[in-house]
């Protein structure tokens, strides 16, 4: 990327880059009009190729400042006390509902680069992505107690599953319009149920119940 971007002003720089994620989180990256960014931007084609050699420089750098917004936020609501596996998930959760209601655009656009298949970006993407994922589920079972679980259950499988199904709920609240709060509150039960089912009977009735009340009423 062209340095004379960073030359610009703050207001200026989050005009651009509003205005690029805003039009990529409607469409996929080949379909994505670079005229349509320039206008919603409010600056011209030539000035997007001024500052970014072309489109998928401009893509790649959207999405690196949305994960590293993503992240920054969540570390400002990170709980290091907590050790409960399904009271992490269901403040990780509430997090991602709380993030998307305000940056719909950021969030969107997040979720279209997860269901990219385009060979021009998509290996870029995941090169960038995986170690990010892989330090935070090491961060994650660092930090959980596993001692909670009944014996033999498959705890790695069990965190693999509830986040295809946080990923599946989000991407259906996208589909369909469902209410953001209605989503995380059906996550929550669902959380609920996979506790009873796998954790020992002295931890069921823990904290969570509480927690979930402050969700669904």
Same mark, same amino acid.
Request: with cysteine; proline share 2%; net charge negative.
């Given at each position: 990327?062209?340095?004379?971007?960073?030359?610009?002003?703050?207001?200026?720089?989050?005009? $651009?880059?509003?205005?690029?994620?805003?039009?990529?989180?409607?469409?996929?990256?080949?379909?994505?009009?670079?005229?349509?960014?320039?206008?919603?931007?409010? $600056?011209?084609?030539?000035?997007?190729?001024?500052?970014?050699?072309?489109?998928?420089?401009?893509?790649?750098?959207?999405?690196?400042?949305?994960?590293?917004?993503?992240?920054?936020?969540?570390?400002?609501?990170?709980?290091?006390?907590?050790?409960?596996?399904?009271?992490?998930?269901?403040?990780?959760?509430?997090?991602?509902?709380?993030?998307?209601?305000?940056?719909?655009?950021?969030?969107?656009?997040?979720?279209?680069?997860?269901?990219?298949?385009?060979?021009?970006?998509?290996?870029?993407?995941?090169?960038?992505?995986?170690?990010?994922?892989?330090?935070?589920?090491?961060?994650?079972?660092?930090?959980?107690?596993?001692?909670?679980?009944?014996?033999?259950?498959?705890?790695?499988?069990?965190?693999?599953?509830?986040?295809?199904?946080?990923?599946?709920?989000?991407?259906?609240?996208?589909?369909?319009?469902?209410?953001?709060?209605?989503?995380?509150?059906?996550?929550?039960?669902?959380?609920?149920?996979?506790?009873?089912?796998?954790?020992?009977?002295?931890?069921?009735?823990?904290?969570?119940?509480?927690?979930?009340?402050?969700? $669904?009423?």
């Amino acid at each position: 990327m062209n340095n004379k971007f960073y030359n610009l002003p703050l207001d200026r720089q989050e005009q $651009i880059i509003n205005g690029a994620i805003k039009v990529f989180s409607t469409s996929n990256y080949s379909n994505t009009s670079t005229i349509e960014i320039a206008r919603e931007a409010g $600056i011209s084609k030539g000035l997007i190729f001024h500052y970014f050699k072309n489109k998928k420089e401009l893509y790649l750098f959207l999405y690196k400042y949305c994960a590293s917004l993503y992240t920054s936020e969540l570390e400002k609501n990170y709980d290091s006390k907590e050790t409960d596996f399904f009271e992490l998930l269901l403040k990780s959760q509430h997090f991602k509902c709380k993030f998307m209601k305000e940056h719909p655009y950021v969030y969107d656009f997040v979720v279209k680069v997860y269901l990219e298949n385009d060979i021009e970006v998509v290996d870029e993407i995941s090169q960038y992505v995986k170690p990010i994922n892989d330090e935070n589920c090491k961060r994650f079972f660092e930090k959980v107690d596993l001692n909670k679980f009944k014996k033999g259950v498959d705890v790695a499988l069990l965190f693999k599953t509830l986040l295809w199904c946080s990923d599946g709920f989000m991407r259906n609240a996208f589909k369909n319009n469902i209410s953001i709060d209605e989503i995380e509150s059906e996550f929550a039960k669902i959380l609920m149920q996979y506790k009873e089912n796998f954790y020992k009977e002295e931890f069921i009735c823990t904290s969570m119940n509480t927690e979930i009340e402050k969700i $669904i009423p």
